[in-house]
């Protein structure tokens, strides 16, 4: 087994877990239709239904990590029916703390954007499907996982 393979076959791992997502590794620098640079070596990742800018990351870890916080986003957006300005303050899986401010999530900047943005019943189910997953990632009791995810709404 050499690197090579060793990498690809981590690539296909992190394709599998995130579904719908392709991974891939810059073998040369190279640019996403001039607007996002993915230097050599870094991996990123593109949705097969978004026509939007690749995430890109120096390992694969960091992309994974960025690639199940923009899920939430994506999560939130399809129940809000646009996306939803974060500001980085979305979860890092499987803790579900917060990225921006290392809070349990929704942290208090996060609850405050999805209540100002999202109608109410829209920003129930969004967060209602969100502590389905939460609660298994994070082993949460079902109590702490109603309080933080639909008890403050
Ligand atoms: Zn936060």
Redesign the pocket.
């Known amino acids: 087994m050499n690197d090579f393979s060793d990498d690809l076959r981590a690539q296909l791992e992190l394709e599998a877990e995130l579904g719908g997502w392709q991974v891939y590794r810059a073998t040369v620098s190279t640019s996403w239709l001039d607007r996002v640079d993915i230097p050599a070596g870094h991996y990123y990742a593109s949705h097969w239904l978004l026509s939007e800018p690749p995430i890109v990351a120096a390992d694969l870890e960091t992309l994974r990590t960025a690639v199940l916080a923009r899920q939430v986003e994506m999560a939130i957006a399809e129940h809000h029916g646009a996306p939803v300005e974060l500001d980085g ?1 979305l979860p890092r899986r499987p803790t579900w703390n ?1 990225m ?2 290392g ?1 349990p ?1 929704p ?4 609850r405050g954007q999805l209540a100002q943005t999202m109608m109410l019943g829209r920003l129930v189910g969004a967060m209602a499907a969100l502590q389905v997953d939460a609660s298994s990632e994070a082993c949460l009791s079902p109590a702490e996982a109603c309080d933080r995810f639909t008890g403050w709404i």
């Open positions: 303050h917060c921006g401010c809070s999530w942290c208090e900047l996060a």
